[in-house]
């Protein structure tokens, strides 16, 4: 991936690549998606080159977007197995998804946490699992236990990971964190996890899009996500401001 220079507001700023990451969460039905996914394509066909928009929807979801052939579209799931495949009823392992084109996996979503008990030790099991299926995780975290999770993971998979800062008091409430406190939060996460892409989610929308993304390395969005033409403006004014 290549550097490029941009301005916002008059600063310049050298950057890579930036993730948009839609996390659908329990939403819509597989007409819901069909009509997404269709609208997605017909505004942005062939348009899209500086970046890596990654759809996570519900697993029910998946086989929508296993066949799409635009480049700039990943697919993800929004949680995994901590285990590989066995007698687990219920789990969804990372084998399993096999043949459905996933590349990326949220772990760690803080909802995910707070709803389901969720450990440090089990998100790294959730790490290992993916990084032995060549998924690459998405560990989400808040600043408060950045280090915690950090040490929960095994070395070598520490850059291998994607970073999603996601403040708890961001998450769905509409209000989002302060653009200076994210750069902090990114330089002290690349201190403990490596050279790692960090991106922001928490009541990520069009009109704030672009102060993130100039300071992390994307946004991982969620309910601005569900409505296409909403998030259709957001990725245009990301790729718009890094041609």
Known sequence: MGWKTYSISGIMATIMTKYIVANWKSNKTIT?????????????SNTIHHVKVIVAPAFHLLSVFA????????LAVQDISPFAAGAYT??????????LSVKYAIVGHSERRRHFGETY????????????????????VDKAYVDQQAAALSKEHLEKCIVAYEPLAAIGSGWSEDVGT????????QAVFGEVPVIYGGSVDAA????YTLVS???LVGSASLKIESF??????VEAALK
């Open 208 to 211: 704030d899009i672009l102060d």
């Open 90 to 99: 219920g789990e969804v392992t990372a084998s399993l998804l096999t043949g």
């Open 182 to 189: 994210v750069q902090e939060v990114e330089k002290h996460v």
């Open 32 to 44: 819901g998606a069909q009509s997404w996914l269709e609208q997605y394509l017909s505004e942005t």
């Open 67 to 74: 066949d799409t052939n635009d480049t700039s579209l990943s």
């Open 121 to 140: 030790t089990q998100v790294a099991q959730k790490v290992d699992q993916c990084l032995q299926n060549n998924i690459t995780p998405i560990v989400c």
């Open 232 to 237: 259709v403006e957001m990725v245009k004014k």
């Open 217 to 219: 390395s994307g946004v």
